[in-house]
């Protein structure tokens, strides 16, 4: 039995994601026998039009589920806080009288982070934080300083147990692979450290433009949108040591452990950009700063991985959208002379249900020893009985479960902030790039001697 409180459920987010990962949940039959899920907002929307709304955001819904899904739904208007709960305390009461009375209390904190002190405070101060599971959208903080202030605040209202911080990169099925191939596989683990992988590249560029959340973007940026979170958190799956299990505190404690090795990233090695046009988008302030772009070197100072780049990169607008992890692996010397640099190469792409893909060389069939490259892909979908969920809905269903092992730390997302402060404290000015592009050319001088992978 759960009774879902969605906060900011007519939001762009709630839209895109959340609702959409709840009706996949339903439909494959994993959510709990007993549920209802209550939108909160500041709007006085009825049931009937918030069913709407939601129908609105799904992709042509069959009769059958839907009407099924559709009367679990509610609404609670009149906003949220410490002053007043608004509607929220009644329609609760009233899922509660019709689900259980010891339904689980999930609440969804699908809003801007600016929001989220008041609203957990109001949690605690209307008796709805205790036993609760409360999720957190990222970025957990927008600083360094604010981090601190949130996670006291968040602290001194819920125990750690509750807290839900989600990093939607985490739930994919391709980032999952990237740790489940790693321990599983000698072949894969022997090479998975500074002696065999020369470079690490970590690379998102999107074609998507910002003009839905513009004003959301413009406060944030993407470095705090992408890098600190996303980015970060990949190469913490990548280079993290054997976790002593798989289980929850585990996986989070190798995670988090090795992102205190971050070398704080050098402004000089961090290359911000902003794509042509920006400017001219509602919602953004005249004459903005804001980055859409970043690509930065990151060290990790872990015998592991000592003197291995980590090139992370991403941006909007760019020429194509992809979510690849690739390890370059390093050239041999013998008995080849003048290998093609970059030719070994294993990648993961976390687009999707995701694919493994190995680059190198081979001989040409014939007399001669000539070398050709060659590829083979494992596309993760079409392994027996593959059941993918998006990362939305494997996330949500983990809360559900109470499993925190796909979710981050405090210790984690501190050392965080400290590995991106220089770059926050001292930003480069962000050059302007041509929409369709591959950013900022200035940014090639970080892969160098060799290049970005992915198109350039």
């Given amino acids: ?260 090795r971050f070398r704080p990233i050098d402004p000089g090695e961090a290359v911000l950009g902003q794509f042509a046009g920006y400017r001219d988008i509602k919602g953004v302030a005249k004459g903005s700063r804001t980055d859409t772009y970043v690509a930065a070197k990151l060290w990790i100072d872990s015998p592991r991985w000592k003197g291995v780049p980590f090139l992370l990169r991403t941006g909007k607008r760019m020429a194509a959208s992809e979510q690849r992890v690739s390890l370059v692996l390093r050239t041999p010397t013998k008995p080849f002379p003048k290998l093609p640099p970059q030719a070994n190469v294993l990648s993961f792409s976390l687009a999707g249900d995701g694919e493994v893909d190995l680059s190198l060389l081979a001989k040409k069939p014939g007399i001669a020893e000539d070398l050709e490259p060659a590829s083979v892909g494992l596309p993760l979908a079409q392994l027996p009985d593959a059941d993918p969920l998006p990362p939305y809905a494997r996330l949500i269903h983990d809360v559900l479960e109470g499993d925190r092992a796909l979710f981050t730390r405090p210790d984690g997302l501190s050392a965080a902030w400290k590995a991106v402060r220089p770059l926050l404290d001292s930003p480069p000015r962000p050059i302007t790039y041509q929409p369709g592009s591959w950013g900022p050319p200035k940014a090639r001088k970080l892969a160098a001697p060799h290049r970005w992978l992915l198109g350039q």
């Fill in 1 to 260: 039995m759960t009774v879902f409180v969605l906060f900011g459920a007519t939001g762009d987010l709630a839209a895109r994601m959340v609702l959409p990962a709840f009706w996949t949940l339903h439909t494959e039959g994993l959510l709990p026998r007993e549920w209802i899920l209550i939108g909160n907002g500041r709007g006085d929307v009825s049931h009937e039009n918030f069913r709407a709304r939601v129908r609105d955001t799904l992709d042509s819904p069959k009769p059958g589920p839907w009407r099924d899904f559709a009367k679990r739904l509610r609404f609670a208007g009149g906003g949220f806080g410490t002053d007043s709960p608004g509607s929220l305390l009644d329609v609760i009461d009233e899922a509660r009288a019709e689900v259980g009375q010891d339904a689980q209390l999930v609440h969804y904190l699908a809003i801007p982070p600016v929001a989220f002190p008041e609203i957990t405070k109001a949690l605690g101060t209307h008796g709805l934080a205790k036993g609760a599971r409360v999720v957190y959208e990222k970025p957990f903080g927008t600083s360094p300083s604010s981090f601190r202030t949130l996670n006291r605040q968040v602290h001194s209202v819920l125990d750690e147990s509750q807290v839900y911080r989600i990093d939607h990169f985490l739930g994919k099925e391709a980032t999952q692979q990237l740790h489940a191939m790693r321990f599983a596989n000698e072949a894969v683990a022997a090479i998975w450290n500074r002696d065999h992988v020369e470079s690490v590249q970590i690379d998102v560029p999107e074609t998507l433009d910002v003009a839905n959340r513009a004003t959301f973007y413009d406060a944030t940026g993407a470095v705090l949108d992408m890098l600190v979170t996303h980015l970060f958190q990949v190469a913490a799956e990548v280079a993290m040591e054997p976790p002593a299990s798989l289980a929850a505190a585990d996986l989070q404690a190798a995670r988090e452990t090795v992102i205190r």
